[in-house]
T-cell receptor, first 114, second 114 residues
Framework: AQSVTQLDSQVPVFEEAPVELRCNYS??????LFWYVQYPNQGLQLLLKYLSGSTLVKGINGFEAEFNKSQTSFHLRKPSVHISDTAEYFCAVSGTGGAQKLVFGQGTRLTINP | EAQVTQNPRYLITVTGKKLTVTCSQNMNHEYMSWYRQDPGLGLRQIYYSMNVEVTDKGDVPEGYKVSRKEKRNFPLILESPSPNQTSLYFC?????????????FGPGTRLTVL
């Protein structure tokens, strides 16, 4: 079974500052990794995903994440945030085999201050 | 427009009064799923369906029922709601049950059980 831990429940940053949202996972098998974003009063939408290949994954809205197998991490980064990035961010993991469950982390609330 | 719709968006009810939350997708997706979102717990899967007439339990199925009589619809039924089912509910769909395919989420239904 897989599990995922988002190390920060809340992250406040100033506008135009860089940000990193941390995600660590646990799995005995190969994994797919995902970051989802939830804007206020909306459903989740996929930000980016790692399936295989390059460990640096680029997503929408200028976000990127790096898969680090040795550290079992998949941290999300953005070099310069905007007010519109205020949202809750969820990391998720699944195994790569058939009939695998998708396990979500607890979420990190990103607050951008002007 | 490709989308997942849920109704109602907000619902306040009383203990024991049966209710149904509808979910519909217009993308001809085979896989549909229900999640509940609670603070500090992330998203947890309630039930999922790989195709018409094929449903299975997720991680927290107690107190819920589902049906999948048509490909586009996947209603969530609470036969006798209790206060611990107060939560934010999301329906999601994807092309298949493989997480290689993007999962699309509905806007959410906020349920309060008094």
């Amino acid at each position: 079974a897989q599990s995922v831990t988002q190390l920060d429940s809340q992250v406040p940053v100033f506008e135009e500052a860089p940000v990193e949202l941390r995600c660590n996972y646990s799995s005995s098998v190969s994994v797919y990794l995902f970051w989802y974003v939830q804007y206020p009063n909306q459903g989740l939408q996929l930000l980016l995903k790692y399936l295989s290949g390059s460990t640096l994954v680029k997503g929408i809205n200028g976000f990127e994440a790096e898969f680090n197998k040795s550290q079992t991490s998949f941290h999300l980064r953005k070099p310069s945030v905007h007010i519109s990035d205020t949202a809750e961010y969820f990391c998720a993991v699944s195994g790569t085999g058939g009939a695998q469950k998708l396990v979500f982390g607890q979420g990190t609330r990103l607050t951008i201050n002007p | 427009e490709a989308q997942v719709t849920q109704n109602p968006r907000y619902l306040i009810t009383v203990t024991g009064k049966k209710l149904t939350v509808t979910c519909s997708q217009n993308m001809n997706h085979e896989y549909m799923s229900w999640y509940r979102q609670d603070p500090g717990l992330g998203l947890r899967q309630i039930y999922y369906s790989m195709n018409v007439e094929v449903t299975d339990k997720g991680d927290v199925p107690e107190g819920y029922k589902v049906s999948r009589k048509e490909k586009r619809n996947f209603p969530l039924i609470l036969e006798s709601p209790s206060p611990n089912q107060t939560s934010l509910y999301f329906c999601a769909s994807s092309l298949s049950g493989s997480w290689v395919n993007e999962q699309f989420f509905g806007p959410g239904t906020r349920l309060t059980v008094l």
